[in-house]
T-cell receptor
Framework: DQQVKQNSPSLSVQEGRISILNCDYT??????FLWYKKYPAEGPTFLIS?????DKNEDGRFTVFLNKSAKHLSLHIVPSQPGDSAVYFC?????????????FGQGTELSVKP | DGGITQSPKYLFRKEGQNVTLSCEQN?????MYWYRQDPGQGLRLIYY???????QKGDIAEGYSVSREKKESFPLTVTSAQKNPTAFYLC???????????FGQGTRLTVV
C-alpha cells in the first residue's frame, strides 16, 4: 500500500518557467512533509519542509503548498533553472507510535531545458 | 565535519553470502534509517531506529537485519534470505521527528 504517491514519473519545463511537482498521501496521521532532490548514484539532499499546521512554506525559489483536506502537497520552483534537473522525492512522517517512520514517494524526474 | 558516512561505495558479493553495510553519523541524531532504491523506483524503507537498542521494521524488512548498539552506528546486514539484494542502499539520520533527514552517499550492492 503506497502511502505517499507521486503520480508523474517525469516533467519537462522550459528554463525560466514554473515547475510544479505534485504529491498525494493517504495517511491522515502524517503531519510533517519534506521534499528532496536527488542525482543518480548520490544520496538525496533536503530542499524544503512543511508542518501540517501550515499550508505554505517558502524558501527562495522553492515553495511547498499543503492541502490537508485533499491530502495533497506540491512543490513550486520559480524560475526553473537547468541545474534544477534531477529526481524530486516527497516524503512524510507522523507523530504517535509510528512517529519515527519516514515514507517516500516514487519520485518525479524534472528536466529543465535551456 | 559533521555528516553521515556509508561504506563501502561499491560492494560485490556472491549469491548466498551475507553482507553488512556500514552507516555512521556524527551529527548526534537520534533516528536512523535504511532505504533501498531500485532502478526507476522510489526509496523503500527497510528498517528504522529511533533510539539505541531499539529498531522497527519498515515496508520491506524481509531478508534484512540491523542493530543499533551505539547512537552513531546503524549497520545493515543483507542476508542470503533476501531474494533480490542487488540495489542502491541509502542510510539517513535525523535529530527527531519533524526535522529533516540527512542522507549518506549510498552503497551500490551487486550480488553475482
Amino acid at each position: 500500500d503506497q502511502q505517499v504517491k507521486q503520480n508523474s514519473p517525469s516533467l519537462s519545463v522550459q528554463e525560466g518557467r514554473i515547475s510544479i511537482l505534485n504529491c498525494d498521501y493517504t495517511n491522515s496521521m502524517f503531519d510533517y512533509f519534506l521534499w528532496y532532490k536527488k542525482y543518480p548514484a548520490e544520496g538525496p539532499t533536503f530542499l524544503i519542509s512543511i508542518s501540517s499546521i501550515k499550508d505554505k512554506n517558502e524558501d527562495g525559489r522553492f515553495t511547498v503548498f499543503l492541502n490537508k483536506s485533499a491530502k495533497h502537497l506540491s512543490l513550486h520552483i520559480v524560475p526553473s533553472q537547468p541545474g534544477d534537473s534531477a529526481v524530486y522525492f516527497c516524503a512524510a512522517s507522523e507523530l504517535g507510535n509510528q512517529g519515527g517512520k519516514l515514507i517516500f514517494g516514487q519520485g518525479t524526474e524534472l528536466s529543465v531545458k535551456p | 565535519d559533521g555528516g553521515i558516512t556509508q561504506s563501502p561505495k561499491y560492494l560485490f558479493r556472491k549469491e548466498g553470502q551475507n553482507v553488512t553495510l556500514s552507516c555512521e553519523q556524527n551529527l548526534n541524531h537520534d533516528a536512523m534509517y535504511w532505504y533501498r532504491q531500485d532502478p526507476g523506483q522510489g526509496l523503500r524503507l527497510i528498517y528504522y531506529s529511533q533510539i539505541v537498542n531499539d529498531f522497527q521494521k519498515g515496508d520491506i524488512a524481509e531478508g534484512y537485519s540491523v542493530s543499533r548498539e551505539k547512537k552513531e552506528s546503524f549497520p545493515l546486514t543483507v542476508t542470503s534470505a533476501q531474494k533480490n539484494p542487488t540495489a542502491f542502499y541509502l542510510c539517513a539520520s535525523r535529530y527527531w521527528m519533524n526535522t529533516e533527514a540527512f542522507f549518506g552517499q549510498g552503497t551500490r550492492l551487486t550480488v553475482v
